[in-house]
């Protein structure tokens, strides 16, 4: 996976084109999708997809005059920064909130990608027409936003901006929920195997207490080193890796804490109380910030992590 800093002007110029596709094929599957509930935004959809048509062929055009007929093959995939977006157009019918917020983030992004590449380019054509795009992505981002407008209902009109609102799951809730699934459940099978195998508390503490640390060092150096921010606007890299270490390190450390005590029954017995609040905290924020059904997300944290659970014991029993 490339880094954005590392792409030539062809390059850059190269995966604009391979966005604006894609972005093209997103719009016109979601006009489709919305086309028998909400047909009029069905029809602003199948219109930002022929602009994006569009923008896709004057860069092919700008493409064509400074290096020729050969496009390379680059996507979002190959260079980091992007947000891997869900992909809800797949279905046969949508929900219009989920798909202005994703349209809104969609276009924020690219905003930001030609933002970049604006800074990276002396280039007088080029730069004319990267201009020409962020100001196109602009008026993208204020249809989708008058989408909300004219389909939410008043309260959800006055809930605070949506856009500091992404921000703040994507910078924060996200790395920080990703190191608590991690944490709680990656360190169940150590530490209850250590448990029902030694029936020693200071023992079973001493692993509980290495798998969190351990889990929380390696995540938050993952997270720190996936994304540097400068495309998707998640912020500094290493914040986000901080959140995502210490939220690891804090879900292992939950269930690892009652082995403090000298009682190994009543220890296992309050540490198995917090695995179950852990799971259903985690399920809750699922459903608060992600778009994720509160019992799909129950079923699918809950039985993820009594599998491990039960996999510890049952290695610690052996």
Known sequence: MRDFTSLTDQEILAL?????????????????????TFPASAQVFRDMAEEENEHRRWLIELHRRRWGEHIPLIRRQDVKGFVKHDPIWMGPHLDLEKVRVQAETIEYETRRFYQKALERTSDAATRKLLG???????????????????????????????????????????????????????TLAPLFAAAFATHNNHDTFLVGLAASVGAGISMGMAEAMSDDGSLTGRGSPWLRGGITGLMTAVGGLGH???????????????????????LWAIAWIRARYMDTKFMRAAFEVVVGGLIVFAAGILIGSA
Request: overall charge negative; hydrophobic content about 45%.
């Open 132 to 186: 020409d795009l962020i100001a196109a992505e602009d008026k993208h981002v204020s249809l989708a936003q008058a989408l909300g407008e004219k389909h939410l209902t008043e309260g959800a009109k006055n809930e605070e901006d949506e856009a500091a609102h992404r921000m703040f799951v994507l910078q924060v809730v996200q790395p920080g929920l990703a190191g608590l699934m991690d944490g709680s459940v990656s």
């Open 256 to 278: 690892t804490v009652p082995y403090l005590l000298s009682d190994f029954k009543m220890a296992t017995t309050l540490a198995v109380i917090i695995v179950f609040i852990e």
């Open 16 to 36: 604009a084109i391979s966005l604006e596709e894609e972005h093209g094929r997103i719009y016109a599957d979601y006009a489709h999708g919305l086309a028998e």
